[in-house]
Structure formats: structure tokens, C-alpha cells
């Protein structure tokens, strides 16, 4: 916990994680199922000897190529990114406690790529056969990373009982919600590659468009209608906190509930495309890509809200039990506030004293250090707006009160950390936070 803070304004950082997190895991799934539904119509085509359905296929193969290998690999390079910036002490502690899991997943990437690039650029030199073991590998490789990524952010909502005693790769790796995990995301995964092919099937020539669409409808109707009850069982397997968390802002408790009823939205809009798909299987001839594009959309967003419940499930921490959302492990806490955060925090201390080692400014440290992974100062979740009615002394019982680890003291402890310092340090932070309103 000695790294500077990244203050974005408005904003916050969290959204920054979570705008680039919502493009880079659609396009990741996405290409997962596309792979997968490739290898499958390629072996169709091969059974069938269609050569123009093979042909056609190349194309996709070529637009796959461009879509993992640049977007993909770019926006998964800006999560890496971010959560350095946002999140550098939990970012160095996935990295640590998983590095060969990190290892063999940038291996099955290059395993991606490499099978990709031999299938386009070599496609005319290798026969069908080949060509075949290519898709398949690629779809192979490409599901596999998923394999591996889902145990890494599965550990994240449940690293379970036996990692926090071995911190053994394999015991936070093969946790609770890794197998549902690994069901659902496959399944999100044919629903998306489905969708994108059904959009480019839907500019395919008259004659091919049957032989495209009605077998990639119901390969993406699989996928859609699949996710539903994996969804449930991956849900089922949350850590019991973080269900009461979820279900408790489904029913309006907290001021999260409405990002919850956009995130029930969003779910209820992932449905829609199994009836979209339908029209691709019974009347081909008439089907337009905009249908598939729209369906691919409402996919997504029902996605994002399935990630962004995921993400609430977790709080207040990033990862549970482990470590809070400011990067603070649970195990320092009482530490924290027994001797003090700045006295152990190089970085806090350091900003402390260039702004002159006022009250003041020992609080905006500790207010950097502890609260802006979550809040902005004006924006979202602004703090400044969320005490605006306090008056300063409401403002130090507030950050004093934060400091209990009894939830029946602490009424905000299923969805805040507790606040790690000394009662003077609350005290300063509450009189940064009444500074912010002039009071």
C-alpha cells in the first residue's frame, strides 16, 4: 500500500477498469465462440464438399485474424494498464500468486495467434485436412485461455478457505465458482461468436445464405438459451455474503439499486436475440445483418450487467476475504489503526508533507489512500454530495465510525472497508471531507 493514488476526476478509476474491462471481455468471448463455430462449419462444409461455403469461411477467418489481434490484444493490454494504475497492489498480488497461470495463458494466446495467421496466410498451400486441425486449434487454444483466465477472476469473488491457508496456486485456482464460471462464459462465448457470424452470414451471397444461417442460428440459439441456467448455478456458487449482497440491492436496500436494475435489464435483454435468431433459421433468405448486430449489442449489454454484478458481489472487497477495494489486506487493518496508516505508508506521508503537513492535508492523504478506488471528490459517488447535509462533526463521528469491524456498529461494513487508522486519523479526514463544502 505504499503506490500513489491515480485521482481521476468526475469519472473515478473504476469506470475506467470497467469500460475497457466490458469492450475487452466481449470481444474476448466473442472470438472464443467465433473460433468454435468456425471449426464447426468448416467440418460441415468439408462433409458436405461445399467449396464455396469453404471459401466464404476464409473470409471469416481473415476478420477473426484482425479482430483478436488487434482489438482483443489491445484492449486486453488496457486492462493490464489500468488496474497497474487504479488497483498496483491487488494487480501485483494476481500476478504473484498466479504467474504460472499468467504464463500458460499469454502462451495459449500466441498458440491463437500463430494457428490463425498459418490458416490465412498459408490457407491455399494446405489441404483440407489441414485446414481443419487448424480451425480446430485455434477454437481449442482460444478456449483454453478462457479456461484459464475464468479460475484467475473466480479466485477473485472466492479464493476459498484452503488458499488463505497454503497460498497454493492450485487451491485458489479450483475454487468454488470456477467450474460455473467456466460453464457460463463458454456458453456467453457461442452466443457472441453466433451472433457476429450470423451478422456476416447476413451479407452472404443469396444462394449460400441458407447453407450459413440456418446451422449458425442454432448454434447461437444453443448458446444463448444455455447461459441461463449456468448463470444460475454460477450464482448459486457465490460466497454466501456476497448472495445476500446481490439480493439485497435486487430489492432496493442500498443506494446501489438502481445500477442493479439496469444490470436486471440488461440480463432480461440477453434473452431477445433467441428470438432474433429464430428468424435466421426459418426464413433465411430475408434475414438482414442489422437484426444480427442488434441482437450482438443487446448480448453484450446483457453481459456487462452480468459482469457488473459480479464485480458489486465482491465488494467490499477486490478480492474477498483477502484484500479491500483500496488495496489494504484484511490481516493489516487492525494494524493500521493501532499505530496509524501514515506512519507506514511512504507515499500518504510523503503527499502529506508537500502540501504543508496541515490537517488538512494528512486527511486528502488518507482520503486518497483509503476512499478514491470507489468514490470521486465531484463525481461519481461523490463524496463531496454524499456529506453535503453533514456538519463537520458528522463528518469525523462518520470516518470514526467506519473504523468498527462489528457489523452491527458498522452498517456499511458489507459494502465499505473499514476505515484503517487511528481515531486521528479519522478525525482529519473528516475535517478534509466538511472542507470540501466550505464548512
Known amino acids: 500500500m505504499n503506490h500513489p493514488v491515480w485521482d481521476l476526476p468526475l469519472l ?55 479482430l483478436s489481434a488487434i482489438f482483443g490484444a489491445g484492449t486486453g493490454v488496457g486492462i493490464w494498464v489500468a488496474i497497474g494504475l487504479v488497483n498496483p497492489t491487488a494487480t501485483q498480488h494476481l500476478i504473484r500468486a498466479f504467474v504460472m497461470g499468467w504464463a500458460i495463458e499469454w502462451l495459449l494466446f500466441a498458440g491463437e495467434m500463430a494457428t490463425l495467421i498459418v490458416l490465412v496466410r498459408a490457407y491455399d498451400r494446405l489441404r483440407p485436412r489441414q485446414r481443419l486441425i487448424l480451425y480446430g486449434l485455434y477454437a481449442l487454444c482460444a478456449w483454453l485461455s478462457l479456461v484459464v ?8 469473488l472466492s479464493p476459498g478457505a484452503g488458499w488463505t491457508t497454503t497460498h497454493a496456486m492450485g487451491d485458489g485456482f479450483f475454487n468454488a465458482t470456477y467450474l460455473p464460471s467456466v460453464l457460463l462464459r463458454s456458453f456467453v462465448s457461442l452466443a457472441l461468436g453466433g451472433l457476429w457470424a450470423l451478422a456476416a452470414g447476413g451479407v452472404a451471397p443469396p444462394a449460400l445464405k441458407p447453407r450459413i444461417l440456418k446451422p ?14 449456468a448463470g444460475w448455478y454460477y450464482f448459486q456458487s457465490f460466497p454466501p455474503a456476497a448472495r445476500e449482497l ?11 439499486a438502481q445500477g442493479f436494475r439496469w444490470a436486471l435489464l440488461g440480463l432480461g435483454a440477453y434473452l431477445l436475440p433467441a428470438l432474433l435468431v429464430l428468424w435466421g ?14 441482437g450482438l449489442l443487446l448480448a453484450c449489454w446483457g453481459f456487462g450487467g452480468f459482469e ?34 501514515l506512519p507506514q505508508n511512504a507515499w500518504a506521508r510523503t503527499f502529506a508533507a508537500s502540501k ?47 473504523r468498527e469491524l462489528d457489523p452491527a456498529l458498522n452498517p456499511y461494513l458489507d459494502r465499505m472497508p473499514p476505515f484503517a487508522g487511528t481515531e486521528q486519523e479519522a478525525e482529519w479526514v473528516g475535517k478534509y471531507l466538511s472542507s470540501l463544502n466550505g464548512k
Open 12 to 66: 473515478g478509476s473504476g469506470w475506467i477498469i470497467g469500460i475497457i474491462s466490458i469492450i475487452h471481455v466481449s470481444i474476448a468471448h466473442l472470438v472464443v465462440g467465433a473460433g468454435i463455430w468456425l471449426a464447426f462449419l468448416e467440418d460441415r462444409a468439408q462433409r458436405a464438399g461445399d467449396r464455396e461455403l469453404q471459401a466464404w469461411l476464409r473470409g471469416r477467418a481473415k476478420a477473426l485474424l484482425w
Open 149 to 156: 483466465i475464468s479460475g484467475i477472476v473466480a479466485f477473485m
Open 216 to 229: 449458425t442460428a442454432l448454434f447461437t440459439l444453443a448458446g444463448v438459451l444455455l447461459t441461463v441456467p
Open 246 to 256: 446481490v439480493l439485497g440491492n435486487l430489492k432496493g436496500a442500498t443506494g446501489l
Open 281 to 294: 433459421v426459418f426464413r433465411p433468405a430475408t434475414f438482414r445483418r442489422p437484426v444480427a448486430l442488434l
Open 308 to 341: 457488473w454484478i459480479r464485480e458489486v458481489a465482491r465488494k467490499p472487497f477486490v478480492i474477498r476475504d483477502v484484500m479491500y477495494s483500496n488495496g489494504i489486506r484484511v490481516e493489516q487493518v487492525a494494524g493500521y489503526q493501532k499505530d496509524g496508516f
Open 356 to 402: 504543508g503537513d496541515t490537517d488538512l492535508a494528512k486527511g486528502e492523504a488518507l482520503l486518497r489512500s483509503q476512499c478514491l478506488a470507489c468514490h470521486t471528490r465531484d463525481g461519481y459517488r461523490s463524496l463531496k454530495v454524499l456529506t453535503a447535509s453533514n456538519t463537520a462533526e458528522d463528518n469525523v463521528l462518520l470516518i470514526q465510525g467506519l
